[in-house]
């Protein structure tokens, strides 16, 4: 065998490294200058167990500039070695660098590992620093916090006896023309049959309405023992992977609520106010049972029940009066949904979510890669099917401290628009790898709108039920906010939507309470939303002088914009 050897100043160049040391120390084993050829000595041709039978030199002057700056020589090495002999050598090398691969994977995997056991006791710092303070942070945490209703006062207990009844209902075939619970459709998304008191009810409405009750009797009768309870709870039980959680009441409520306002509205058209106004507050105490559920979704239930439920209220007072008595019950009422009409318990549970989501991330029982099927975006890593513990830790961390600010101003709807805002555009400014909490996260501007908007409307019907109490003591309605406190209001309320009080207005037919709405400007109180328009820019409650108010029926010829100026106010 053969090999050259390139020497540059006594270094071997381009040589593995046993055959360059060999090359060395032939070359230094030779006092006198070498010769150009010859055969090496028994005694000094072993190196490293290898055999030189013969060299060959040749000697190179290197120059620059004409001047030798240095002399290379080519060594051509005649060498012999046994089998046994070059696999020990061959194998030595292959053995070091399995050992080298083994310490650079053992070194990653420790690597990791540490990261990982870093970050889980950050979490578990920042978690434990939480419950000190009296947080809950998952479902089961929650359910021990919510407060305990025996059976006995329980309400929700009668819904639950009637939810099979109940969600039978969406799939019984209902008359368009049923009020509330009739759908129109005129080629968009079906719509409610409306049962607005100030634009007026249509005649064909009205038989196939009182029909559709009397066919659900036994159901009212039900619903009408909600006066014996003053609370409910429903049970909420929180599945072994947090994404499969149920919430079977939410389609009962809804419906009993429907129904209920069905019911108050053909006893207003039927000139029964007391029994009407009692059905809206059913509706409210039903809305109320919804307060401690840990699921935004259930808060943007009651929001909707609310809201049908102080239309309703707003419609009856716009047909005719009713007692003292009623409306003080009615003001009390809305005080009870007021004091509970908090964002904590919602904010709460979506913060529980996540960190159950979390958990099972990191536990390997859910998958990353399955959650974002829904986001046209993938974080590092996922794609191999596996992230880092210490990666989800860190997402982990960053979204609970998010949230965590976020729930800090539950109780105030006016700081919690801004906490929303802020939410999020910090989440929108993270970093790539926290993808999935854009995900999970809604817009809680959004949800915090929503909230504020639901609470200035109940603000509202407050200052209304205060304001037509002032009307039946002193013989007219109020003419400035400062008539009503503190005898019939013990405070004029701030509107949360931009932080003032609520706005007052005197009408051509009335009073006017109303809050600037969601894009949070002043319109003037235009309460009344347009034909092509859900919803109207300012929210508030239109209270008509007496003469002003009586039931409007509309025959099929007749303009509902047309059919009474009261309309016009707002």
Not at 266 to 287: F, H, M, Y
Not at 337 to 356: D, F, H
Not at 373 to 391: C, L, N, Q, R, Y
């Amino acid at each position: 065998m053969q090999w050259i050897v390139e020497l540059a100043e006594g270094r071997a160049n381009n040589a593995p490294q046993g055959r360059a040391r060999i090359a060395r120390r032939f070359i230094a084993g030779n006092k006198a200058p070498p010769s150009p050829s010859g055969t090496i000595g028994l005694r000094s041709s072993h190196a490293n167990g290898i055999r030189l039978n013969s060299y060959r030199i040749t000697k190179k002057s290197l120059s620059y500039n004409g001047n030798v700056s240095a002399i290379a020589y080519t060594v051509r090495l005649d060498w012999s070695a046994s089998m046994a002999e070059h696999k020990r050598m061959t194998g030595r090398w292959w053995f070091k660098l399995g050992v080298g691969a083994l310490v650079v994977v053992l070194l990653g995997v420790g690597t990791i590992l540490f990261l990982g056991w870093s970050a889980d006791q950050r979490w578990q710092a920042y978690a434990d620093m939480l419950r000190a303070a009296g947080e809950p942070l998952t479902l089961a945490e929650i359910e021990q916090r919510r407060p305990v209703v025996p059976d006995d006062r329980n309400g929700a207990r009668i819904l639950e006896r009637i939810r099979d009844e109940l969600a039978a209902l969406k799939d019984e075939p209902i008359a368009y023309s049923v009020l509330v619970m009739g759908a129109v459709r005129d080629g968009g998304p079906p719509r409610a049959t409306s049962a607005d008191f100030f634009r007026g009810i249509w005649s064909h409405t009205i038989p196939p309405s009182r029909d559709y009750l009397e066919a659900h009797r036994a159901i009212m009768a039900e619903l009408h023992r909600l006066d014996d309870y003053p609370a409910g709870r429903f049970e909420i039980v929180a599945d072994t992977s947090a994404i499969d959680n149920l919430l079977p009441n939410l389609g009962p409520v809804r419906a009993a609520v429907q129904l209920l306002a069905l019911e108050a509205a053909v006893n207003a058209i039927d000139g029964d106010l007391e029994s009407a106004i009692e059905d809206v507050a059913r509706q409210l105490r039903l809305g109320g049972y919804l307060n401690t559920e840990p699921m935004l979704i259930s808060r943007l239930v009651q929001m909707t029940t609310d809201a049908l439920a102080l239309d309703m209220l707003e419609g009856i007072l716009r047909v005719g009066e009713v007692a003292e008595p009623e409306l003080s019950r009615m003001q009390q009422t809305l005080n009870e949904r007021l004091s509970s009409s908090s964002l904590r318990w919602a904010l709460w549970g979506e913060r529980a979510y996540q960190v159950e989501l979390y958990e099972q991330f990191a536990g390997d029982r859910q998958s990353l890669n399955t959650m974002m099927m829904i986001s046209d975006k993938t974080p590092p890593m996922t794609a191999w099917g596996w992230t880092p513990e210490f990666v989800l830790r860190k997402i982990q961390l960053s979204a609970i401290q998010l949230m965590s600010r976020l729930i800090e101003a539950a109780d105030d709807p006016t700081a919690l628009l801004e906490a929303g805002k802020i939410l999020d555009r910090d989440v929108q400014s993270l970093s790539g790898v926290h993808v999935i909490v854009k995900v999970l996260m809604p817009s809680y501007a959004r949800v915090a709108e929503l909230h504020a908007r639901s609470v200035a409307e109940i603000q509202c019907a407050r200052v209304a039920m205060g304001a037509e109490r002032f009307r039946l003591q002193v013989g007219r309605l109020p003419t400035s906010s400062g008539e009503l406190v503190p005898d019939f209001i013990a405070q004029w309320p701030i509107d949360p939507l931009d932080g003032q009080p609520l706005r007052f207005k005197q009408t051509d037919h009335g009073i006017l309470i109303y809050s600037v709405g969601i894009d949070q400007k002043d319109d003037g109180g235009s309460v009344t939303p347009a034909d092509d328009e859900h919803r109207a820019s300012d929210d508030g409650f239109r209270l008509l002088r007496m003469d002003q108010r009586r039931l409007v029926i509309l025959e099929d010829n007749e303009s509902p914009t047309t059919s009474n100026g009261a309309e016009e106010d707002g």
